[in-house]
């Protein structure tokens, strides 16, 4: 419920503190005094559109905070959740409108949207008035309405479900139908792609290493004829090997007769065997090395002729052409067993549709029961309301063929005011005052089902008398029961039922500056204001015993 009303530099306010209780309370004042501007305000909180001559003149500036104490299992908590907004203790709505026209939203201290704060207040607070026609206007509404009524909610989101699930199936259907279409047309071009891809067998990465290896082998054809020219000059019968080593052995065996002169040349000469024949052995290594067959380079590059062919004439890169195999594969697959899942696909969906038709016909038979039930209910209310020639008629029609998330029925509120009449739909019959009893009678009938914590009626007593204004009194009072009730209103007999009683008043600042006040009443102030709402401007003692015996009856 609402606990808290901030309000500072809103057209008439300067500054302004309200804290409310639970049960009904009333707020009243002289025509003038500022009651709207306190609803403009606290709509401003919930989301409302911005405007920037709500700032109070000569303010750069106005802000709202409403504070709410909510359950802890109520939705808009999940709600914030949803939208990553900290939902811990109380819920706090602020609202800052500047002079220029632009408006900052926040909950819980956090920025939001503007969007995402009209919704919260709208699981908050409900504000009807006289010409407030957001919860009878729209027929999905009336149709939410009656389900709430009856307790259809659960049943309500099972034919949802069930529909989406057949429109589902009907999908899957459709489209199955559309592969098996295009794949006959094209069965010869895939049969005869699919055997030559099958035969080709490209693998992903195959023409990177493909690519590769003949750069590899062009390469060592390059080098080879270098590397046995070398090799036949150290290994052939022309090579300096064998006589070098002649001539070593030759001088090794007159190194001990002058040694001063042969030790040195005997030693340079052996190494420089060593790394000639170190050098023939190296040689011989890199031939065996580079051997290949010439035709592996023929094959590899057929192969990789064969696989760019490919990619051209299907327009994809080689790596793709054994995912395009294994996809026509599939449609040719689904061309050949297509007519067998096909009649599957359609079975599901017939017992998919058979099961939502099912769901939705229990539902559209309990409605009709709730709407019964409903329209007696309503019907109860409207004889105290001064409507007792009224008649509140839900119109359902239900059309088996017409299926939706909804279900198959289309739901208005219609009523007839008078006897002899013709019933129409509650918008375009009934009158302001009218319109605004028979709200009052639907939102007594669903107090308990689900409405919002807090309600705001205002001034929907305009226009009625004492008995009418009696009626209306004892009904906010019974919603009181169940949720918290506010309201504007001129009628003495509602602002006797009230549990709490504000009093709405300018008061001048200066000769060019007034502000509107609000100040919480005690009984005997109460007293006074209900005589003077009875009276007008002269206050007799009629009208404050008229007001005791308002209060006493209350109570």
Request: glycine content about 6%; charged content about 30%; some cysteine.
């Amino acid at each position: 419920m609402l606990v808290t009303l901030s309000i500072r530099d809103i057209v008439l306010i300067d500054r302004l503190d309200l804290d409310f209780a639970a049960g009904m309370s009333v707020l009243t004042g002289e025509t003038g005094a500022g009651k709207s501007i306190l609803l403009d305000s606290l709509s401003l909180a919930l989301g409302a559109r911005g405007d920037a001559d709500l700032v109070r003149h000569g303010e750069t500036q106005g802000q709202v905070t409403a504070v709410f104490d909510v359950p802890v299992h109520h939705p808009v908590r999940s709600y914030l959740r949803e939208n990553d907004v900290d939902d811990e203790g109380d819920v706090i709505l602020r609202r800052i409108q500047t002079a220029d026209g632009r408006t900052r939203a926040f909950i819980n201290d956090q920025p939001v949207s503007a969007g995402l704060l009209r919704q919260t207040g709208s699981l908050l607070v409900e504000i009807h008035g006289q010409h407030d026609d957001r919860a009878l206007v729209d027929p999905e509404s009336h149709r939410t309405l009656i389900d709430i009524f009856g307790g259809l909610s659960g049943q309500a989101e099972a034919v949802a479900k069930a529909y989406s699930t057949f429109r589902a199936a009907e999908k899957a259907v459709t489209d199955h139908e559309k592969r098996i279409e295009a794949a006959r047309s094209e069965a010869d071009y895939l049969r005869a792609s699919v055997d030559e891809l099958s035969q080709l067998k490209p693998e992903v990465g195959e023409e990177e290493n493909l690519a590769a290896r003949r750069t590899d082998m062009m390469q060592v054809e390059k080098i080879a004829g270098d590397l046995n020219e070398a090799f036949e000059t150290l290994n052939g019968s022309a090579s300096p090997i064998p006589e070098l080593a002649s001539l070593l052995r030759r001088l090794e065996r007159k190194s001990d007769q002058v040694p001063q002169l042969l030790a040195q040349p005997v030693r340079t000469l052996s190494e420089a065997l060593d790394q000639l024949e170190e050098t023939r052995s190296g040689l011989e290594s890199a031939i065996r090395e580079t051997e290949f067959d010439p035709r592996e380079l023929e094959t590899v590059e057929e192969r990789l002729f064969g696989l760019r062919a490919a990619s051209r004439k299907y327009s994809v890169p080689v790596d793709e052409l054994a995912v395009l195999c294994e996809r026509m594969s599939t449609d040719l697959t689904d061309l050949d067993a297509g007519e067998d899942k096909l009649a599957a696909l359609i079975d599901a969906a017939a017992k998919a549709r058979a099961d939502y038709d099912k769901k939705a016909a229990t539902l559209s038979e309990k409605r009709q029961k709730t709407s019964r039930a409903m329209e007696k209910a309503v019907g109860a209310e409207l004889p105290d309301l001064k409507l007792e020639r009224a008649r509140f008629i839900v119109e359902l029609v239900s059309d088996p063929e017409t299926r939706s998330r909804s279900g198959i029925d289309q739901l208005e509120f219609h009523v007839q005011t008078n006897p002899g009449t013709r019933p129409g739909p509650m918008m375009k019959v009934a009158s302001g005052g009218e319109l605004s009893r028979f709200l009052l009678a639907l939102k007594v009938c669903l107090a308990d089902k689900g409405s919002a914590p807090t309600l705001v009626f205002d001034e929907i007593d305009t226009g009625v008398g004492g008995a009418v204004a009696e009626a209306i009194g004892l009904r906010l009072a019974r919603l009181a029961d169940s949720v918290q009730v506010l309201t504007v209103t001129h009628a003495p007999q509602v602002a006797a039922r009230a549990g709490g009683h504000f009093l709405i008043a300018k008061e001048a600042l200066r000769p060019d500056r007034v502000a509107t006040r609000v100040q919480q009443i005690d009984q005997d102030h109460r007293s006074e204001e209900i005589a003077r709402m009875l009276a007008g401007s002269v206050i007799t003692e009629e009208a404050r015993a008229a007001a005791r015996r308002l209060l006493t009856a209350a109570e």
